[in-house]
């Protein structure tokens, strides 16, 4: 079992910049694939980005150039860097863990671990 939890949601003016982070516990974190997903009011869940345990990223389009995703092995800890947020950034992130990595049709698919969420609100 793997245990997550987010933290480093807010307010922010469009344009500007957070930091999420995610610890996570109950299992090798080096093992796992790592990644956050975001829905919004009235949306379905959609990828944002991952990271794999080797380090490999991958981002949806829509974030691509704006938001970046590193990890801390020594720390059980990995984060989301976003920049550049634009008012339809707004949503509840999640951070998600895998033990096993599946990427196809551009997006992460199938994590076995969710944290709880943080929202993230842009205003304009």
């Known amino acids: 079992q793997v245990q997550l939890v987010e933290s480093g949601g807010g307010l922010v003016q469009a344009g500007g910049s957070l930091r999420l982070s995610c610890a996570a516990s109950?299992?090798?974190?080096?093992?796992?694939?790592m990644g956050w997903f975001r829905q919004a009011p009235g949306k379905e869940r959609e990828f944002v980005a991952t990271?794999?345990?080797?380090?490999?990223?991958y981002f949806a389009d829509s974030v691509k150039g704006r938001f970046t995703i590193s990890r801390d092995n020594a720390k059980n800890t990995m984060y989301l860097q976003m920049n550049s947020l634009k008012p339809e950034d707004t949503a509840v992130y999640y951070c998600?863990?895998?033990?096993?990595?599946?990427?196809?049709?551009?997006?992460?698919?199938?994590?076995?671990?969710w944290g709880q969420g943080t929202q993230v609100t842009v205003s304009s």
């Open positions: 998600a863990a895998s033990l096993r990595f599946t990427y196809y049709g551009g997006r992460w698919r199938n994590p076995d671990y």
């Open positions: 109950g299992r090798t974190f080096s093992s796992l694939a």
């Open positions: 990271i794999t345990s080797s380090g490999r990223t």
